[in-house]
């Protein structure tokens, strides 16, 4: 029953606030997602004992429930998803976008499906909020989005629903295969039965799933959406996007890829972990090329994935975890990264690196932050992105040398970026539009200094996630070695 | 059974009140008509029996299609209000009585057991509808509809009952059992070369009444022409009612002969997807491109026909009903925004008349958006579970080359469904509030709230068998 809570909760609050359409939308919304997250605490909570679940009939004459899930590793994920949407909500603070009951409204039901994604037990039902959770971030950034929106989120939304049909339809084909009369999607039965499949038929579907995850990740070639729709989303549309919705991707991975294909791993891992690596590499090198900030990180983000895709399809204890703990750093580092350039623009109305500079003179606390953030994002020692991506590199590493080497590089070429966007805008000397730049107001700082100390806590403490999430690992690899 | 009855006599009923009573009080007696006959159907309900000499069977499954043919009618008349003909033109009691005979034909046309009685059943529906597509009489284009529609129709169903006749010369019945019982005792070797030409005639004949490539050249036309209201109603209750029919037909007495009608219709089915789909990307006007979608929603149909299986029945029950719900609202909306442009823009059913919707009308802005995702198949919505069973059923026959391509046309009908979605929520316009009649918002959010409550919870009708 919790985990309906958790699930429906937001969508109520969500849709009462575009129903009604309340003055005091943005208190509203604060307090739901800050109940969201002490509710999912205390389901975390019990989770770390035992795996918790719930389960109700859906579509019985289809063999489909609605059945619940949380054991280490979607534990992780809605973790992730209700600590980072009340900062999210909290960015709003004092813009436009407060009290605007629609786009929090929007931002809350985006929330359950992300959740309900997460949460399923039935792989039907993960393809159902997979889906269903196009629709709100579609209209947030279609409704709020900067220039050109209209072309640019409709290629999003067509893209990334063209890839998902092709897992609905591998998804369909097991499904049929399963046993009894009605069927099951019930992932361990999936599991079971995806299992005596031959090495062709598990290619296949191997590729089917992998592209659906792939376009929603991005994997390089199918990233070309993502840098524009990163680009054109509001702020908080982009924070969604990057932060969690892109965790879907991988989470599928995990989820239903390695263990219900294990031949079509083994006969083309190896290709989809070199197309990660090339977009590892590629995204990087266009990174640093980037004048605007936003889409240096939209860029990142995509160089960021491709290496967690790379760690997962490596199929080890290590990949997997450390893409575990990487899609919870990516995620409190990337949403710090884009407030800190929503900041940067609401006051200086640009995003332009070559025009901005000094800002440190004005700002000392959003230079600390800033700072810390962008540390952890290039993974620095006893920040958080260290320990993720120290096990993904090792993990590609004992797969396959070569890729792992060229892998390594990411993390010179992510520190150059990186701090060359520090360098130009922090730094230097003070520009035309960045002269009379305010100080952080105390939202602000209320969002980014918990995000930065989470920064800090992440890396001496990776521990307390690891070992949450290192039972089901553990239980999941039994399924592939 | 009762029900055509009752409706055939209400029907005629309906003509003398129009010597009385106004247009809204025959609107409100037409629906009281409908809503009478729907209870005497649902009465039937796990009753199974033949009437008139067994020509007449009422099974669940011819229920529950009869219950969706007049929930269909039952909206349309709410969404009607005199036909969009300004008040002295109005002949609203010809219209509602024509509306209700071509339900009993629609009823007859899903619960036959005879070929005859299919017969008078399909000519009842269609003579009917062929005055309503005229009905907007002083506009040329309606006339020109129906004038096609009547020629292309007459000629579909000659071919139509010559594939009866030759049947009936090949099996010497006209009862479906018989037939069935006849093809089944006749070795193959024996059995008459104009056995298989006369399916594949009906087939023909059923094809055309669809609209599936190639046989849908006067839809676009037809639906485009016809006042919009009777559109809606041509696009739901006909196409519901022969879906029922073709699949009673090839799975009854000619399910022995599948490896006869399957290959066509896989081909067919192809076809009629990707003439439907892409055609429709490039429609300006939102109501021929519902034309073009009700085309393509043929071509998943018709896949489904073609799995004949165990869960098929309940498949295009399913989608029908979906279908059914989506189209209504779309459709609607098409017709109130075209009705406060009229005189406004030079083409009031474009996609540019719709831009700006969303401002001053949330709620049909809402509804029109939840239909065109219901149609684009996307979840939260019924047409998800739609599309999902049909695949399910085909894949059951481990066939992949059709289910891909309908795979790559629902992403492609996703770009031309949003075309409408980008119009009213994303483009500047300065449409002001519609006022809705009470009826209209009660058709539209009963079948909004109708597509959402399938999208979630699809067992409500799977559960029926």
């Given at each position: 029953m919790y985990l309906l809570f958790i699930l429906l909760f937001p969508l109520l609050i969500g849709s009462a606030l575009l129903i009604f359409k309340p003055k005091n939308a943005f208190a509203i919304s604060l307090a739901a997602s800050i109940i969201e997250l002490a509710a999912t605490a205390f389901v975390l909570k019990e989770a770390s004992l035992n795996p918790v679940s719930f389960s109700a009939p859906w579509v019985a004459e289809a063999g489909l429930s609605f059945s619940l899930y949380v054991d280490g590793i979607s534990g992780v994920l809605i973790g992730l998803c209700a600590l980072l949407v009340p900062f999210i909500v909290a960015t709003t603070a004092n813009t436009d976008r407060a009290n605007n009951a629609q786009f929090q409204g929007l931002m809350l039901a985006m929330q359950t499906a992300l959740m309900g994604a997460f949460l399923a037990k039935d792989a039907f039902l993960f393809y159902f909020f997979f889906e269903a959770s196009l629709l709100p971030i579609y209209f947030l950034a279609a409704i709020y989005g900067g220039e050109n929106k209209n072309a640019i989120t409709f290629k999003f939304f067509v893209y990334t629903l063209f890839g998902s049909l092709f897992f609905l339809i591998a998804l369909v084909y097991v499904y049929l295969l399963t046993p009894g009369e009605f069927h099951s999607a019930d992932i361990d039965v999936l599991y079971q039965t995806a299992k005596g499949l031959s090495a062709d038929q598990q290619g296949y579907l191997f590729a089917a799933f992998f592209l659906a995850f792939a376009i929603k990740m991005p994997v390089f070639p199918f990233h070309t959406w993502q840098p524009d729709t990163y680009t054109v989303a509001p702020a908080q549309g982009t924070m969604l996007l990057s932060g969690i919705m892109l965790k879907m991707g991988t989470y599928g991975v995990i989820r239903l890829v390695l263990p219900m294909f294990p031949l079509g791993v083994a006969t083309w891992g190896l290709t989809a972990s070199i197309l990660s690596v090339i977009g590892v590499i590629y995204g990087s090198i266009i990174a640093i090329q980037q004048k605007d900030a936003k889409r240096l990180l939209a860029y990142s983000s995509f160089a960021h994935v491709g290496l967690m895709s790379a760690g997962i399809l490596s199929g080890s204890i290590e990949g997997i975890q450390g893409a575990l703990y990487q899609m919870l750093s990516h995620g409190i580092n990337i949403i710090g990264l884009f407030f800190v350039i929503e900041i940067i623009e609401r006051r200086t109305k640009s995003r332009e690196i070559a025009q901005l500079g000094g800002i440190t003179q004005f700002s000392y606390p959003l230079t600390v932050t800033f700072v810390i953030l962008s540390l952890g994002s290039v993974a620095l020692p006893l920040t958080n992105g260290f320990v993720g991506e120290f096990l993904l590199l090792k993990s590609v590493f004992d797969q396959n040398l070569t890729l792992g080497i060229i892998a390594g590089i990411t993390i010179i070429l992510?520190?150059?970026?990186?701090?060359?966007?520090?360098?130009k805008s922090m730094f230097g000397n003070v520009s035309r539009i960045t002269a009379d730049f305010a100080d952080l107001t105390f939202a602000e700082k209320a969002v980014l200094i918990p995000l930065s100390a989470l920064v800090i806590l992440g890396g001496i403490f990776p521990s307390t996630v690891l070992g949450f999430s290192e039972p089901a690992v553990q239980q999941l690899i039994q399924w592939f070695k | 059974m009762t029900a055509i009855i009752a409706l055939s006599l209400l029907g005629i009923l309906n003509l003398f009140l129009g010597f009385w009573l106004s247009r809204k009080t025959i609107q409100a007696a037409t629906l009281l008509f409908l809503a009478g006959s729907m209870a005497l159907t649902a009465l039937d309900w796990n009753h199974e029996l033949l009437w008139y000499g067994h020509m007449f069977h009422t099974t669940n499954t011819s229920i529950s299609f009869s219950l969706i043919i007049q929930l269909a009618a039952f909206m349309v008349v709410s969404f009607s209000k005199g036909f969009g003909?300004?008040?002295?033109?109005?002949?609203?009691?010809?219209?509602?009585?024509?509306?209700?005979?071509?339900?009993?034909?629609?009823?007859?046309?899903?619960?036959?057991?005879?070929?005859?009685?299919?017969?008078?059943?399909?000519?009842?529906?269609?003579?009917?509808?062929?005055?309503?597509?005229?009905?907007?009489?002083?506009?040329?284009?309606?006339?020109?509809?129906?004038?096609?529609?009547?020629?292309?129709?007459?000629?579909?169903?000659?071919?139509?009952?010559?594939?009866?006749?030759?049947?009936?010369?090949?099996?010497?019945?006209?009862?479906?059992?018989?037939?069935?019982?006849?093809?089944?005792?006749?070795?193959?070797?024996?059995?008459?070369?104009?056995?298989?030409?006369?399916?594949?005639?009906?087939?023909?004949?059923?094809?055309?009444?669809i609209s599936a490539a190639p046989f849908h050249f006067w839809t676009p036309d037809v639906y485009e022409g016809a006042p919009t209201i009777f559109t809606m109603f041509m696009s739901t209750v006909v196409k519901a009612a022969s879906f029922a029919a073709l699949y009673q037909l090839l799975s009854g007495p000619f399910g022995t002969m599948y490896g006869t009608w399957v290959y066509p219709i896989y081909y067919i089915s192809m076809l009629t997807l990707l003439v439907g789909n892409i055609t429709a990307v490039y429609q300006q006007s939102a109501k021929r491109m519902l034309a073009y979608s009700s085309i393509s929603h043929a071509g998943y149909m018709l896949l489904t026909v073609s799995a004949n299986q165990a869960s098929t029945p309940s498949t295009i029950l399913y989608y029908s009903l979906s279908y059914t719900l989506a189209?209504?609202?779309?459709?609607?909306?098409?017709?109130?925004?075209?009705?406060?442009?009229?005189?406004?823009?030079?083409?009031?059913?474009?996609?540019?008349?719709?831009?700006?919707?969303?401002?001053?009308?949330?709620?049909?802005?809402?509804?029109?958006?939840?239909?065109?995702?219901?149609?684009?198949?996307?979840?939260?919505?019924?047409?998800?579970?739609?599309?999902?069973?049909?695949?399910?059923?085909?894949?059951?026959?481990?066939?992949?080359?059709?289910?891909?391509?309908?795979?790559?046309?629902?992403?492609?009908?996703?770009?031309?469904?949003?075309?409408?979605?980008?119009?009213?929520?994303?483009?500047?316009?300065?449409?002001?509030?519609?006022?809705?009649?009470?009826?209209?918002?009660?058709?539209?959010?009963?079948?909004?709230?109708?597509?959402?409550?399938?999208?979630?919870?699809?067992?409500?009708?799977?559960?029926?068998?």
């Amino acid at each position: 029953m919790y985990l309906l809570f958790i699930l429906l909760f937001p969508l109520l609050i969500g849709s009462a606030l575009l129903i009604f359409k309340p003055k005091n939308a943005f208190a509203i919304s604060l307090a739901a997602s800050i109940i969201e997250l002490a509710a999912t605490a205390f389901v975390l909570k019990e989770a770390s004992l035992n795996p918790v679940s719930f389960s109700a009939p859906w579509v019985a004459e289809a063999g489909l429930s609605f059945s619940l899930y949380v054991d280490g590793i979607s534990g992780v994920l809605i973790g992730l998803c209700a600590l980072l949407v009340p900062f999210i909500v909290a960015t709003t603070a004092n813009t436009d976008r407060a009290n605007n009951a629609q786009f929090q409204g929007l931002m809350l039901a985006m929330q359950t499906a992300l959740m309900g994604a997460f949460l399923a037990k039935d792989a039907f039902l993960f393809y159902f909020f997979f889906e269903a959770s196009l629709l709100p971030i579609y209209f947030l950034a279609a409704i709020y989005g900067g220039e050109n929106k209209n072309a640019i989120t409709f290629k999003f939304f067509v893209y990334t629903l063209f890839g998902s049909l092709f897992f609905l339809i591998a998804l369909v084909y097991v499904y049929l295969l399963t046993p009894g009369e009605f069927h099951s999607a019930d992932i361990d039965v999936l599991y079971q039965t995806a299992k005596g499949l031959s090495a062709d038929q598990q290619g296949y579907l191997f590729a089917a799933f992998f592209l659906a995850f792939a376009i929603k990740m991005p994997v390089f070639p199918f990233h070309t959406w993502q840098p524009d729709t990163y680009t054109v989303a509001p702020a908080q549309g982009t924070m969604l996007l990057s932060g969690i919705m892109l965790k879907m991707g991988t989470y599928g991975v995990i989820r239903l890829v390695l263990p219900m294909f294990p031949l079509g791993v083994a006969t083309w891992g190896l290709t989809a972990s070199i197309l990660s690596v090339i977009g590892v590499i590629y995204g990087s090198i266009i990174a640093i090329q980037q004048k605007d900030a936003k889409r240096l990180l939209a860029y990142s983000s995509f160089a960021h994935v491709g290496l967690m895709s790379a760690g997962i399809l490596s199929g080890s204890i290590e990949g997997i975890q450390g893409a575990l703990y990487q899609m919870l750093s990516h995620g409190i580092n990337i949403i710090g990264l884009f407030f800190v350039i929503e900041i940067i623009e609401r006051r200086t109305k640009s995003r332009e690196i070559a025009q901005l500079g000094g800002i440190t003179q004005f700002s000392y606390p959003l230079t600390v932050t800033f700072v810390i953030l962008s540390l952890g994002s290039v993974a620095l020692p006893l920040t958080n992105g260290f320990v993720g991506e120290f096990l993904l590199l090792k993990s590609v590493f004992d797969q396959n040398l070569t890729l792992g080497i060229i892998a390594g590089i990411t993390i010179i070429l992510g520190a150059v970026y990186t701090l060359r966007l520090i360098q130009k805008s922090m730094f230097g000397n003070v520009s035309r539009i960045t002269a009379d730049f305010a100080d952080l107001t105390f939202a602000e700082k209320a969002v980014l200094i918990p995000l930065s100390a989470l920064v800090i806590l992440g890396g001496i403490f990776p521990s307390t996630v690891l070992g949450f999430s290192e039972p089901a690992v553990q239980q999941l690899i039994q399924w592939f070695k | 059974m009762t029900a055509i009855i009752a409706l055939s006599l209400l029907g005629i009923l309906n003509l003398f009140l129009g010597f009385w009573l106004s247009r809204k009080t025959i609107q409100a007696a037409t629906l009281l008509f409908l809503a009478g006959s729907m209870a005497l159907t649902a009465l039937d309900w796990n009753h199974e029996l033949l009437w008139y000499g067994h020509m007449f069977h009422t099974t669940n499954t011819s229920i529950s299609f009869s219950l969706i043919i007049q929930l269909a009618a039952f909206m349309v008349v709410s969404f009607s209000k005199g036909f969009g003909i300004d008040e002295e033109h109005t002949h609203p009691a010809e219209y509602y009585a024509i509306l209700l005979f071509s339900v009993v034909g629609a009823i007859l046309m899903v619960s036959f057991d005879h070929l005859i009685m299919f017969f008078v059943g399909l000519e009842i529906l269609s003579v009917a509808m062929y005055v309503l597509t005229g009905s907007d009489k002083r506009n040329l284009r309606s006339n020109e509809a129906a004038l096609k529609y009547f020629l292309m129709g007459s000629f579909a169903t000659g071919i139509l009952l010559f594939g009866i006749t030759l049947v009936y010369g090949a099996t010497r019945s006209f009862y479906l059992a018989n037939i069935a019982v006849a093809i089944a005792n006749t070795p193959p070797e024996s059995t008459p070369v104009f056995l298989s030409i006369g399916v594949l005639l009906i087939l023909v004949g059923f094809l055309f009444k669809i609209s599936a490539a190639p046989f849908h050249f006067w839809t676009p036309d037809v639906y485009e022409g016809a006042p919009t209201i009777f559109t809606m109603f041509m696009s739901t209750v006909v196409k519901a009612a022969s879906f029922a029919a073709l699949y009673q037909l090839l799975s009854g007495p000619f399910g022995t002969m599948y490896g006869t009608w399957v290959y066509p219709i896989y081909y067919i089915s192809m076809l009629t997807l990707l003439v439907g789909n892409i055609t429709a990307v490039y429609q300006q006007s939102a109501k021929r491109m519902l034309a073009y979608s009700s085309i393509s929603h043929a071509g998943y149909m018709l896949l489904t026909v073609s799995a004949n299986q165990a869960s098929t029945p309940s498949t295009i029950l399913y989608y029908s009903l979906s279908y059914t719900l989506a189209t209504i609202v779309a459709f609607g909306v098409v017709m109130l925004v075209a009705e406060y442009q009229t005189g406004r823009t030079e083409k009031p059913e474009n996609f540019s008349s719709f831009e700006g919707l969303a401002k001053q009308n949330p709620g049909l802005a809402f509804c029109f958006t939840i239909a065109l995702l219901s149609l684009a198949g996307i979840p939260l919505t019924a047409g998800f579970w739609g599309k999902f069973f049909v695949f399910s059923d085909i894949f059951n026959r481990h066939v992949y080359y059709p289910v891909i391509l309908a795979i790559v046309m629902s992403a492609v009908g996703v770009y031309y469904y949003f075309k409408g979605i980008i119009a009213i929520y994303f483009k500047e316009g300065d449409i002001e509030r519609i006022e809705l009649p009470g009826l209209v918002k009660f058709a539209m959010w009963a079948c909004t709230l109708g597509t959402l409550l399938l999208g979630v919870y699809p067992s409500i009708v799977k559960n029926l068998f």
